[in-house]
C-alpha cells in the first residue's frame, strides 16, 4: 500500500489501479532481466496508469505545488516493485523537473504534450567517459560528438535530456539539450557496455551522439544551469527514495521467508528482524523529513545550504541503511533464501549495484563542511 495523501488530494491519477499496475511490475521482474524488449511492458503499464504525467501542471503531483513527501513515496514504491523500472522512472521524474525549473514557455508546451498525448518516456544522461559530448556549430544548428555511458533506460526512453561543452559566441560551458531518440540509430547503442552485477534491465548501454544536429530551440536555458543549487545536490533525494523501495522489498522478502520456514520464533532471527525494520523505518522518516524540507526551503534561498545538507545527509544515510537491511537479511535467509527463484536473489544484485551513485565520499566531507560552518558562523538551521 502507498502511504500517500495523493489518496484525498488526487483526483486524475487512480491510486488502485497504480497499486494493480505496481503488482504487475513486481511480478513480472524475474522475466524482464532477460526480456530483448527490455522494460517495454512495464512502461506502458505506468504510461496507461497515468504515471508518466502525474507531475505535470494540474496533475496529482504538479510540480508547481508542494507535493515531494508524496512524489518520494511515489518513487520508492516503485522502486520496491522493480529497483529498474525505478530507475528508469526517477530519470523521467528527474527530467522533467529540470523542464519545469529551466525550460522555456514554447518548450514546456512541446515536451509536456509529448507526455500528456503520446506517453513519451524522458531520461537523463549526463554521465561520460574520455569519449564525452561536445557541441559545435554547424550552420544554424549544433552537431553533436561523443558519447554518454549509463544511459538507463536507452531503447523505451522517447526523449533523452543530455549534457555537453558547448563553447560558441555567449554559449560557454556545460550545456542541456533534448535528443529525439528516433534519431539515433540502433547502431549507436553499444549493447557490450552493459554487463553489470545488477540492474540488467535497467539496460543503461553507452550510446554514441555522434553526428546528430540539434536546434537551438532543444537547448535548455545556459549552459552551467544543471549544475545549478540547491537542485543538483537536493535532488539526490529522489535517487534515495527508489534504494529505499529495493530494501523495503528485501526487508518483506526476508519476513514471508523465514515465516514460510517457521523460523520466525527463533530469538536470533526475530533480534535481526527488528534491526532491519528499524532501519527501515528509520529510512522513510529521513525520506519524509527529507521532502517537506525540501518542499519547505527548494525556493527560499536562505535555506539553500540547509536543503543540500539535509539531501546530502538523506542520501548518504538511506544508503548506509540499505546495506544494513542486507547484511542482516543475508544472514536471516542464508544461501537458499539468495538463490533464484527467491527474487531475493536478485533484488541484492540490484539493490548492490544501484546503490554506487556519484561522489558518496565527497558528500559525506560535505555535511562535515556544512556542520563545522554552521558552529564557525553561527548560522541559525533548525538541522
Ligand atoms: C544502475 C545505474 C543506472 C545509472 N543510470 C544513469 C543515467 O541514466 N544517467 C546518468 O547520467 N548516470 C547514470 N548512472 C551513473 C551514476 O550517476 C554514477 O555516475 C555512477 O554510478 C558512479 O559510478 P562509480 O561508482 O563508478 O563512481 P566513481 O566516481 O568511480 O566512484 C567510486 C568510488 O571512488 C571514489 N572516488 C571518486 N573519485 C575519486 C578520486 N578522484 N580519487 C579517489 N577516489 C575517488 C568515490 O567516492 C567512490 O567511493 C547510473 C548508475 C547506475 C549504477
Known sequence: MIETPTQTKNQTFDLLNFEDTLEKIKSQAIWSEHDPEGLKKEFQWLKESGALKIVLPGEALDFNQPNMPELLNLLKAVGKANLSVGRIFEGHINTLYLIHLYANAQQKKEWYQGVQDQGHLFGVWNTQAQNGIQFYPEADQFKISGSKTFCSGVGIVDRALITGNIDYTDRKGWQMAIVDMSGISEQNIDKNSWKPLGMQASGSYTVDFSGYLLDESDLISRPGIYLNQPYFSGGAIRFAAVHLG???????????????????????????????????????????????HYDEWADDKTH????????????????????????????????????????????????????????????????????????????????
Not at 247 to 271: F, G, K, M, V, W
Not at 305 to 322: G, K, S
Not at 329 to 357: H, V, W
Request: hydrophobic content about 40%; overall charge negative; charged content about 25%.
Open 246 to 292: 529495493g530494501a523495503e522489498a528485501i526487508a518483506e522478502n526476508t519476513i514471508e521467508y523465514l515465516l514460510s520456514l517457521n523460523r520466525t520464533e527463533d530469538p536470533i532471527q526475530r533480534l535481526r528482524l527488528s534491526n532491519i525494520m528499524m532501519q527501515l523505518v528509520s529510512g522513510r522518516l529521513w525520506l519524509e523529513k527529507a521532502g517537506q
Open 304 to 383: 539553500e545550504q540547509d536543503l543540500i545538507a539535509f539531501a546530502n545527509m538523506t542520501r548518504v544515510t538511506i544508503e548506509d541503511i540499505c546495506l544494513r537491511i542486507m547484511d542482516e537479511s543475508n544472514k536471516c535467509i542464508g544461501a537458499r533464501g539468495l538463490m533464484a527463484p527467491y527474487d531475493m536473489e536478485r533484488i541484492f544484485r540490484d539493490l548492490t549495484f544501484y546503490l554506487r551513485q556519484p561522489a558518496p565520499d565527497a558528500t559525506r566531507l560535505n555535511v562535515a563542511d556544512f556542520f563545522i560552518k554552521k558552529q564557525q558562523t553561527g548560522h541559525e538551521s533548525n538541522i
